[in-house]
């Protein structure tokens, strides 16, 4: 008699018309599928009733966050991912929908039969807790507070332990003289640094300042006095700590507060590294317009933000069920065109957009390799269930980085004086130049980390590098 999982992976060739490029591993030990292909672990039951009552992403994600679903022993996270995901996106399988009321014909009814067969039918099996449900009116305040809350408020601890001591949850700048991603996270802030034209005596606001990391770069290597934001609570807790630690409560300033309800304008420089994702297409002209305002004539803005590649004539952009439940609920990713032509529309000359697309991905492995290395602590930390979360969106984001299915593009951009003046240097190069020592000023230090000057890394391997998993 065939056991559960030849049993499955029968039923679905025949559903499919094609072979499964993974193996299935199912609760009683049995195994089918391809013989080279990466396996996936059915713990249970429960994971192919999860599957029935949301097929797709979603299923997926449940099942796998529960731990009902897992990576077969032994086998390589990345691998299974890639491979279920190619498998996914193929024609035959993304017409079909695996749900029970749509397994029509003898083959759907194949299937059909072998679940009721393995007892995978029943009711719908209790949501994890780790999933999101946001109430209220979308982008509103209290919602967006909410939904920060979900994804930042998990412990500085966890975070900590993730990050690294850098305390900065965005993409790393990987210079070939870095050796670290500690390095590479100082190279990506002095990046900014640099990109706004900070100098003594500037007034700097970080829209979504994190843990405070490069508010307190600028006030210490720039001589800035710096405004951070941010309507994560535990953030802005942790970050006060850091600022009063560092000996710089009296230029640097972090507040809770949303973006929204900043008017102590003007400032010479603003950064949003990392926050724009969550604004929402409805808020955009919002967030662009009231940093323009904020502004002085001349002044700088650096927008750090995720994009995502441009639909189709006639396509509709949905995100990741995964994400929205589990990740970034009500997160929003827009081409980097549609971001420029945004600014624009609220009065900023766009001057510059960088791509660091393969530097993310680089950034993603190693965060996951600090999460694996420390993973009996992270359970400890948030449980079991997020801790898997965590995994899977940054190895899976990895992967969508490295296959240029998202990007990650700083772009900046200057709100000019009303004679049309940038106040920018004529070259990049004298705009990406450190200023010199002698300017640094007061209460400042040098910067010890080796920082590639302008087309320092051309030619060079980011990934020739061993510390990069």
Not at 2 to 28: C, H, K, N, S, Y
Request: charged share 25%.
């Amino acid at each position: 008699m065939p056991q559960i999982a030849q049993q499955l992976v029968g039923a679905l060739e025949d559903l499919l018309g094609t072979r499964l490029p993974f193996r299935l591993q199912a609760w009683d030990g049995s195994v089918a599928g391809a013989p080279q292909g990466p396996a996936l672990l059915l713990r249970n039951r429960r994971a192919l009733r999860r599957l029935l009552w949301s097929p797709g992403e979603l299923g997926l994600a449940r099942a796998y966050v529960s731990g009902d679903l897992d990576v077969g022993p032994g086998e390589d996270l990345y691998t299974v991912l890639a491979e279920v995901a190619h498998f996914a996106e193929r024609p035959e399988v993304r017409e079909l929908h695996l749900g029970l009321g749509d397994l029509t014909g003898s083959a759907g009814r194949r299937v059909a039969a072998v679940l009721a067969k393995v007892g995978a039918l029943g009711p719908q099996p209790a949501l994890p807790p780790e999933e999101a449900r946001p109430e209220g009116r979308l982008h509103s305040r209290r919602r967006d507070r909410a939904a920060i809350s979900h994804h930042y408020d998990v412990g500085n601890e966890f975070y900590r332990l993730v990050l690294g001591s850098s305390m900065v949850y965005s993409c790393a700048y990987w210079t070939p003289e870095g050796k670290s991603l500690e390095d590479a996270q100082a190279a990506k802030l002095d990046l900014i640094c640099r990109k706004l034209g900070l100098r003594p005596g500037m007034r700097l606001l970080d829209v979504g300042c994190g843990w405070g990391s490069l508010v307190l770069h600028a006030a210490e290597h720039y001589g800035v006095t710096a405004v951070g934001v941010s309507i994560s609570a535990e953030q802005v807790a942790l970050a006060r700590e850091r600022v009063a630690a560092a000996g710089l409560s009296d230029r640097v300033e972090i507040r809770l507060q949303d973006y929204r309800e900043i008017t102590d304008g003007p400032y010479d420089a603003i950064s949003s590294v990392g926050m724009a994702e969550h604004v929402g297409s409805e808020q955009y002209r919002v967030y662009a317009g009231g940093l323009y305002d904020l502004l002085v004539p001349g002044g700088r803005l650096l927008n750090h933000q995720i994009a995502r590649r441009p639909t189709r004539p006639g396509e509709v952009y949905r995100s990741s069920p995964f994400i929205s439940r589990y990740v970034f609920p009500d997160g929003e990713l827009a081409p980097v065109g549609s971001t420029v032509q945004l600014l624009e529309e609220a009065g900023f000359e766009v001057r510059d957009v960088e791509a660091l697309r393969e530097h993310y991905a680089l950034t993603l492995r190693e965060w996951v390799v600090n999460l694996e290395a420390a993973w009996p602590t992270a359970v400890r930390l948030v449980g079991r269930g997020r801790a898997r979360v965590w995994r899977l969106y940054m190895a899976a984001s990895a992967l969508a980085f490295e296959e240029n299915r998202i990007g990650i593009n700083q772009v900046l951009a200057v709100r000019t004086t009303t004679s049309g003046d940038s106040r920018l240097p004529a070259t990049r190069e004298q705009w990406l130049a450190r200023p010199e020592p002698s300017a640094a000023g007061p209460g400042t230090s040098e910067l010890h980390v080796a920082i590639a000057g302008p087309g320092g890394a051309e030619g060079a391997d980011l990934g020739d590098r061993p510390s990069v998993r």
